[in-house]
């Protein structure tokens, strides 16, 4: 059971990325995913979130209107596409899978995690 997130780069303010978390050994489309950021010296904050089935999605204050969260289920894949990125969006972003929390939430308990990849947003 592995969760790979990906796709994180250097950008400048105003550009935009797409991250993947890819996921083996378990089906995605059953799971609740969550992203999560962390940037140096500061706690861990859930970005967005997308409920197991198609449901509901939720989105931080900080990144509504401007991340997209998604799912292809033919690839195991959930993505979070960035748009109008902002310095204050450098960090390290993970993504997590929920089994059991409907909708999803970013405050619930994740089961499994995937390592980090980093964005960076030049000003």
């Known amino acids: 059971v592995q969760l790979q997130a990906s796709g994180g780069g250097l950008v400048q303010a105003g550009g935009s990325l797409r991250l993947s978390c890819a996921a083996s050994g378990f089906t995605l489309a059953n799971y609740a995913i969550g992203w999560f950021r962390q940037a140096p010296g500061k706690e861990r904050e859930g970005v967005s979130c997308?409920?197991?089935?198609?449901?509901?999605?939720y989105y931080a204050d900080s990144v509504k209107g401007r991340f997209t969260i998604s799912r292809d289920n033919a690839k195991n894949t959930v993505y979070l596409q960035m748009n109008s990125l902002k310095p204050e969006d450098t960090a390290v972003y993970y993504c997590?899978?929920?089994?059991?929390?409907?909708?999803?939430?970013?405050?619930?308990?994740?089961?499994?995690w995937g390592q980090g990849t980093q964005v960076t947003v030049s000003s």
């Open positions: 997308i409920s197991s089935n198609d449901g509901p999605t």
């Open positions: 997590a899978a929920d089994k059991s929390t409907w909708p999803c939430g970013i405050l619930s308990e994740y089961d499994f």
